[in-house]
């Protein structure tokens, strides 16, 4: 599970619990009408939460853009920061077959492409 997955799933949990102090969304005024089924004040409340309409953002946009991207990319950043396992000069002999300088160049254009995806998808209010 990743950690995108488990701060979605305990958000979850905190918009189940009513009476969480943590609440982040507990100073939003509403309207006065009265929810009388506790499954449709779940649904609502879950719907309205920013936070977790955040993570789930992260982590479809994620999702889509590492299945958009170059396989070899993807290994060196998994063994370079995920694992830890070598430097970007290793990985960018055994991976990417490329130089010292054409590898963090295109590492850092995968970031940005990356970061750029990010924020065009974010969920704004």
């Known amino acids: 599970m990743s950690q995108l997955d488990q701060a979605i799933k305990d958000r979850l949990l905190e ?11 507990a100073g939003i005024k509403g309207t006065n009408v009265d929810h009388t089924s506790l499954a449709e004040w779940l649904v609502i409340r879950k719907d309205s939460d920013r936070l977790l309409k955040k993570y789930s953002n992260w982590l479809d946009t994620t999702k889509v853009y590492l299945d958009k991207s170059d396989p070899d990319i993807i ?26 300088r054409t590898a963090y160049r295109k590492l850092n254009q995968w970031f940005e492409d990356y970061k750029e995806a990010i924020w065009d998808n974010d969920y704004t209010v």
Do not use: C, Q, W
């Open 15 to 25: 918009l189940e619990a009513p009476y969480s102090t943590s609440d982040i969304n």
């Open 75 to 100: 290994k060196t950043v998994k063994d370079v920061y995920i694992y830890r396992r070598m430097n970007v000069v290793g990985a960018a002999f055994k991976y990417l077959h490329v130089s010292e």
